[in-house]
């Protein structure tokens, strides 16, 4: 039985399945979370009509978009538009399978599983190009242009944010990132002034390539009636709204492994499992906490934030974090540090 | 799998992309099959570092794919270019210094 | 179990190449191409050389396929889901044999090349790709970033629109 599970193929299906049974269960039930949240923001009560505390709306959604009627447009690229929602929702899942959730809980510990995330980061915005271009409407495109034009923007500093953890540990394996923590402490205090700002740089870069407020203009309802997501109905469209949280949710577990100390506890205490899942439950409702306080930007703005002062700042920050490694600032480690053991080929 | 069977997928490949160039007319047409040959030699770069052993191989292919991205750069401005001026992207139609 | 492995990649390969060339909307040629270099990168993780699929996914279809995309909607002639992308009628059987004449010379070629090697040789680490990077390649490396930094002055001096007014009316 346990040679049959250590086998990499088996081992990856089912932890796969695990983590994407529960991916989906708490987004499910974050859309719940959000509307509470954001009716308490604003004096209101949320939903309260299906179930206790409205606790079973999520379930109501689901079945109100299942029966509605699925409509392609007549001149739409047919193919194209039905093959991009589901693969939406494969990218906005694909980082979770490097993520480690506890010392053993990883799907594919990969050595460079890093480079895996930046890469899926990198296709999430092709699907959606590809729904604004099928569905051969003026504001889909648009906003499918805006998508590929902000996700190949921030993509940069994205790359640059996540730079900074390899540099200071050494190791492009996730989970290795997450040992170097628990041995010199999180990122965002180890390395003070670095590690917070490579943390804050990735949080934002991040939340562009989600498309959330303040950065959703791909889907700027004032000026693109939905963007991307304007000819879509029913189901199909109930995926690009599952991809959007998935994809926040996905990100917010990314951060804490990298940034947070992945699995390990404060101050040392029982690490596991249960930490890794309160560190990124929190960074989602930051984020839905950003959602409801902030205003959108505008496309010019969004790019100058990036080109002029991200992308400066992000290789400021990967500069910096080889000056701490090469001054040696964590005990321990040296200027020219022994390859580390995960880098010997994938497990 | 023995080195010969990727080398005959990297040559069919390249092959494939020979055939794109020179049976395409749209210009941008003609630069994907230009992508295909590159990277077929990739593949085969990597798959003799695969077998011979060494980096030397995979930080040819680093290269490699770097400079085809640059070289993409320029191709699709000239083609851009090439629009702007001729409103037309077919490279058989741009023939006005032809006598 | 590699022989099945080897056999599934290299079909899809196949077969998303030939969508490229033989596609009649160049949009789908695109995204064939796109497909064609993820499953590359599946190759490469089968060749054991995990950082160059990293690489190529992030490089190619982050960077290569985006700008195709850009490229195909800003030279499109109408405003319409189908961009042809037409073949040339009478040099396509003239393509269709230079093509295959190409492989068999290739294959015969590679028959007949004493000495290739036969097993595979220890995988490399990323570890060692970023030391020769750094020491044994240096040059080619910093001369790489130069070439990288011209191209990118040269796209912009080639594409950009040469009325004074487009700066102010820019962006998306």
Redesign the interface.
């Known amino acids: 039985m346990d040679a049959w599970l250590s086998n990499p193929f088996v081992h990856g299906l089912v932890y796969g399945v695990v983590v994407v049974t529960a991916l989906m269960t708490v987004t499910a039930w974050s859309i719940w979370f959000e509307r509470k949240f954001a009716g308490r923001m604003q004096s209101r009560t949320g939903p309260t009509l299906v179930g206790p505390y409205g606790l079973l709306q999520p379930l109501a959604d689901a079945l109100k978009l299942l029966q509605k009627e699925d409509i392609v447009p007549k ?3 047919r193919v ?1 538009f039905n093959v991009a929602p589901p693969l939406t929702v494969l990218f906005a899942l694909g980082a979770a399978a490097v993520v480690p959730w506890g010392p053993e809980q990883i799907a594919a510990d ?3 599983g890093v ?2 995330i ?2 899926m980061g ?2 999430v ?2 699907p959606v ?2 729904a604004g ?2 569905s ?1 409407n003026k504001y889909a495109l ?1 906003g499918g ?2 998508s ?2 902000q ?2 923007s921030y ?1 940069i500093p994205l ?1 640059m944010a996540a730079l900074v953890p390899v540099v200071l540990c050494g190791s ?1 394996s996730v989970s290795d990132i997450v040992r170097f923590q628990l041995e010199h402490g999180w990122l965002i205090y180890s390395a003070p002034v670095v590690g917070f700002l490579a943390f804050l740089l990735f949080f934002l870069a991040s939340l562009a390539e989600a498309n959330r407020i303040p950065f959703d203009i791909p889907e700027a309802e004032s000026e693109l009636v939905a963007g991307v997501t304007t000819e879509y109905t029913g189901m199909k469209f109930g995926l690009f709204y599952l991809a959007e949280y998935l994809h926040t949710l996905v990100i917010s577990a990314v951060a804490s492994a990298l940034f947070l100390g992945g699995w390990g506890g404060i101050g040392g205490l029982a690490p596991g499992l249960h930490w890794m899942v309160l560190k990124t439950l929190l960074l989602f409702g930051a984020i839905f906490w950003i959602r409801w306080t902030l205003l959108r930007f505008r ?2 703005q969004l ?1 100058t934030l990036c080109w002029k002062y991200l992308v400066p700042g992000g290789l400021a920050l990967v500069m910096a974090a080889a000056a701490w490694v090469h001054w040696g600032a964590f005990a321990g480690t040296t200027a020219t540090p022994a ?2 053991p995960a ?4 497990r | 799998m023995p080195l010969t069977s990727v080398l005959l997928l990297s040559m069919a490949l390249f092959c494939i992309g020979v055939f794109g160039v020179l049976s395409r007319r749209n210009a941008i047409g003609i630069l994907l099959g230009v992508e295909l040959m590159a990277n077929a030699v990739n593949i085969n770069l990597v798959a003799f570092s695969r077998f011979q052993g060494g980096v030397v191989g995979q930080v040819f292919a680093v290269f490699a794919i770097a400079l085809t991205v640059a070289e993409v750069v320029v191709g699709l401005a000239l083609v851009i270019l090439l629009y702007r001026s001729r409103k037309d992207v077919r490279v058989d139609e741009a023939n006005a210094l032809s006598g | 179990m590699e022989q099945i492995g080897f056999g599934i990649i290299s079909a899809c390969l196949l077969g998303a190449a030939l969508g490229v060339v033989t596609g009649k909307n160049l949009v789908h040629s695109v995204l064939w191409l796109a497909v064609t270099l993820v499953t590359t990168a599946a190759l490469y993780v089968f060749l054991n050389a995990t950082f160059l699929a990293g690489i190529q996914v992030i490089l190619y279809t982050g960077g290569v396929i985006t700008l195709m995309l850009f490229g195909v909607m800003l030279t499109r002639r109408d405003e319409r889901v189908m961009v042809e992308n037409e073949q040339n009628g009478r040099r396509l059987w003239i393509a269709a044999l230079a093509a295959l004449g190409l492989f068999a010379l290739l294959a015969a070629a590679t028959f007949k090349t004493p000495g290739l090697p036969r097993t595979q040789a220890e995988p490399t680490t990323t570890d060692a790709i970023g030391r020769a990077f750094l020491t044994e390649h240096l040059l080619a490396f910093e001369v790489l970033s130069l070439l990288l930094l011209a191209a990118m002055v040269g796209a912009i001096v080639l594409a950009r629109r040469h009325d004074a007014g487009a700066d102010a009316r820019g962006g998306l």
């Open positions: 001149d739409a690229d194209l990969l050595d460079v480079l895996f930046l890469a990198g296709m915005v092709f190009w590809i271009w099928a051969n648009l242009m805006r590929v034009a996700g190949i993509e790359v492009m496309a010019d790019m390859p580390a880098e010997q080929g994938a």
